[in-house]
């Protein structure tokens, strides 16, 4: 083998690295020592809500794009006591009562805060849905806190 073909083989090598790293570094998590919050979810109530889009980029300012968030919920129903199905909880998608993050109250003491960790998956464009199952018209005070992401 000739030098010319040498670094022809060390390029094609060079090449297949770079996208294996490229690869690796699309699932890079970023974890925040501070919140992204946003005063349109920091306690303020709501009411029962289907699946509604969050572009968390323009609302949190989330970088675009990033497949999925550590997030945490906080929520509380002033009418939780009598309810069997209140909850808070957000999701990838907008299919009903699907939400693999969810601050269920249904049962507890009136007011009482329900907190709840977790990783959402983001839809396609980095975003997710929050869906609200309150006990009455702005019965429900809502959070959302975001403390990490994958990219």
Do not use: H
Request: glycine fraction near 8%; include cysteine.
């Amino acid at each position: 083998m000739n030098n010319e073909q040498r670094l022809i083989d060390e390029i094609g090598k060079l090449k297949r690295e770079v996208e294996r790293l490229k690869r690796v570094e699309q699932g890079r998590p970023v974890f925040l020592t501070t919140p992204l919050t946003s005063t349109a979810w920091d306690g303020d109530a709501y009411s029962t809500t289907s699946k509604t889009l969050i572009d968390l980029s323009s609302v949190f300012s989330v970088p675009a794009g990033v497949k999925a968030v550590l997030v945490q919920l906080i929520a509380r129903d002033s009418g939780s006591a009598a309810s069997t199905n209140i909850f808070f909880g957000i999701s990838p998608n907008n299919t009903d009562a699907s939400n693999p993050v969810m601050a269920v109250g249904r049962g507890l003491p009136n007011d009482t805060l329900v907190y709840v960790s977790g990783v959402c998956p983001c839809d396609a464009n980095g975003d997710i849905y929050y869906q609200i199952v309150a006990s009455g018209s702005g019965t429900m005070d809502c959070w959302i806190r975001i403390w990490g992401y994958w990219r």
